[in-house]
């Protein structure tokens, strides 16, 4: 099966974990690498998350940092966050860095926003979550604020969740106004219709969990085109690509476990259910992991692709028991043969 009529875009993200014991350096160096590869093989981004306090195992609590130093290691491919957490950060901070970044890097960002975090981070902040309408006003507005100030707008909307300060009832300008693109090149993660609405109404392109299904996803890119959503559509999975599936199951089997029992820790899978002994029996919902040679990933995600169409095919490579080759020939693999298999010669915009 192929994708007929597109291009399929690539993108990679990397939640940077490690041991809290194993030195921030060395995965730092790890995900350097990859993406200096994945940027001489083609993929189109590279994304970034934050995690505070070493929450789901990361190491990284500053990915716009990241993004930016290696736009000076890179030269085509397009670096970002996925995700800021802006329930985390004053807006207005976050625009500023965010133009600054992206005028240093010269238009090639690929900033992605989202409105929670894990409880571990928001208690860390000592922050209220609170519930999904109260989240979602204050991201919405949130949203609003940083791209008012990415105009150099001399007036800052309120927000529930920050507050300007003294200027905030007196007309200001903010510094450096941003490209005129940069909304157009930015990212919401959205996991739920509401937070799809909210990026179709703002300009926003959306990036999927690859905790959702493709019900899910064609769920929420409804509600984003009915909301006046025009840009890309970025779906997520974790993929291991190797030569011929038995080796990919091999080397899969370490990254599959772990992430079964870790959602069944978290609750994601029943407390009282049993770790299936096939490793292709732990791959379904909601661990929803590809694992195989081209010629099986391709078909999967191509798959993937016929029940929810998107723009970008972002996969994570990077898991443990995988070594730095294993991982590199994963991205070899997606960039060259896999991408080959799944398209037939078209073209997609890049915003």
Not at 174 to 184: F, G, K, N, T, Y
Not at 254 to 281: H, K, N, T, Y
Request: with cysteine.
């Amino acid at each position: 099966m192929s994708i007929p009529n597109r291009k399929m875009l690539l993108g990679i993200t990397d939640h940077l974990e490690g041991p809290r014991g194993q030195p921030s350096a060395e995965i730092f160096d790890q995900v350097m690498e990859q993406t200096e590869l994945a940027d001489r093989v083609g993929f189109e981004y590279a994304w970034f998350a934050e995690h505070h306090a070493h929450a789901h195992a990361g190491h990284l609590p500053a990915p716009l940092l990241l993004a930016l130093h290696l736009a000076g290691r890179t030269r085509n491919i397009r670096l970002g966050t996925a995700i800021i957490c802006l329930n985390l950060h004053h807006p207005l901070s976050v625009a500023e860095q965010c133009a600054t970044a992206d005028i240093l890097m010269n238009g090639r960002s690929a900033f992605g926003f989202g409105s929670g975090s894990t409880p571990e981070e928001v208690e860390f902040f000592g922050l209220s979550e609170g519930d999904e309408a109260d989240r979602h006003q204050r991201f919405a507005s949130a949203l609003r604020m940083m791209l008012a100030a990415w105009g150099g707008s001399d007036e800052t909307p309120a927000s529930r969740s920050a507050k300007v300060g003294p200027l905030a009832d007196s007309p200001h300008a903010v510094l450096p106004v941003a490209r005129a693109d940069l909304r157009q090149r930015s990212w919401l993660a959205v996991n739920s219709a509401g937070s799809a609405a909210i990026a179709g109404e703002l300009g926003f392109n959306m990036l999927f969990s690859h905790l959702r299904t493709p019900a899910q996803y064609c769920e929420y890119a409804a509600v984003y085109r009915a909301a006046g959503g025009a840009g890309l559509l970025a779906a997520n999975r974790p993929v291991i690509v190797a030569k011929d599936d038995a080796t990919a199951w091999g080397r899969a089997e370490p990254a599959v476990r772990m992430l079964w029992r870790r959602f069944q820790r978290e609750g994601r899978i029943p407390a009282d259910a049993s770790e299936p002994a096939q490793l292709e029996d732990l791959c379904g919902h909601p661990i929803n992991f590809i694992v195989g040679s081209p010629a099986t990933v391709a078909r999967q995600l191509a798959e993937l692709h016929a029940r929810a169409p998107f723009d970008v095919a972002n996969v994570e490579v990077r898991w443990p028991g995988l070594s730095a080759e294993a991982i590199h020939e994963s991205i070899r693999l997606m960039a060259g043969e896999v991408r080959e298999k799944m398209r037939t010669g078209i073209t997609t915009r890049l915003p």
